[in-house]
């Protein structure tokens, strides 16, 4: 597995290097971690100057939820606890799970059952953001699944540590990305 991690990260690097938009590599990370877990949504969130995670990029996820800034679910259940505690949160079954019972509805309603998130570091070792999927079945991801993810959440981080300008976006604005349709 070792001589494929290596494989995969260096041509994500190649990959990157050669983007031209780095902003539609970012959100075709994002969708590619969605197809790797199964997951009907992911999202990218980053955390801003005054310190709260803001969706960055949202993949699949319905319009209304984009429209009534629902994600909070997500950010709430998981990406909140990886970026604050720097590794792995996963949450199998959102209806159930006891720190989220304030949640079950609104994530009822929106179809989330569970959701994991990785956190995103730059090349210094700072946690920049979350990298999130979300589905509406009891899922957790095998290590397997996780070290892809991870992998992303890398790539994702070199290319915010040599695109230092995508990484503060104004309050309002997450970019959703799904079914050919972009939302800003």
Sequence with gaps: MTSRNSEFKVLGLQALLKSKDPQSFIEGLVRASAQVCG??????????????????????FPTEALQTSSTWIVEKICSNRAALHRTLWVVRDVWSEPQAEELAEPATRFGIRSAF?????????????????????????????????????????QAFTM??????????????????????
């Design 39 to 60: 997951s009907e949504r992911a999202s990218m969130h980053l955390i801003q100057p005054d310190g709260q995670l803001r969706p960055y990029v949202l993949h699949r």
């Design 117 to 157: 998130s990785v956190p995103v570091f730059n090349r210094g070792n700072e946690c920049i953001g979350t990298l999130d999927c979300s589905s509406s079945q009891v899922y957790a991801p095998s290590e397997f699944t996780i070290g892809i993810l991870q992998q992303i959440a890398e790539l994702i981080g």
């Design 163 to 184: 695109h230092p300008e995508l990484r503060f976006v104004p309050k309002v604005m997450a970019r959703g990305v799904g079914d050919g349709a972009r939302y800003t």
